[in-house]
């Protein structure tokens, strides 16, 4: 039998988190950053284990940590220099991931 709760810590996890730390940002409230560092622990963790993105993959949970400090001490432009990084390397996970071609059809 195939479970379906993995499944809820990969995407949908990280696009809420994603969406979480924008929402965060912009109206300057760092508990949400602190929680989309946690939502996206595990996707990073799984990200670490891979050969490429080994050390690349701790750094998103980090950044999005720093990024709740600077907001914490009012430097907005320094919490969004943090977050730009996570926000593009997803979304360019994401694009290669639904570019990829399907090998079921």
Do not use: Q
């Amino acid at each position: 039998m195939v479970s379906w709760w993995p499944a809820l810590l990969g995407w949908p996890v990280l696009l809420a988190a994603l969406a979480l730390s924008g929402f965060g940002t912009f109206h300057k409230r760092p508990w949400c950053l602190f929680t989309a560092s946690i939502l996206i622990f595990p996707v990073s963790l799984y990200l670490a284990v891979t050969p490429r993105f080994t050390f690349v993959g701790l750094l998103a949970p980090l950044a999005l940590l720093l990024a709740g400090l600077a907001i914490k001490r009012d430097r907005i432009n320094l919490a969004f220099a943090l977050i730009l990084p996570v926000v593009l390397f997803f979304g360019w996970l994401a694009m290669i991931v639904l570019w990829e071609p399907s090998t079921y059809g």
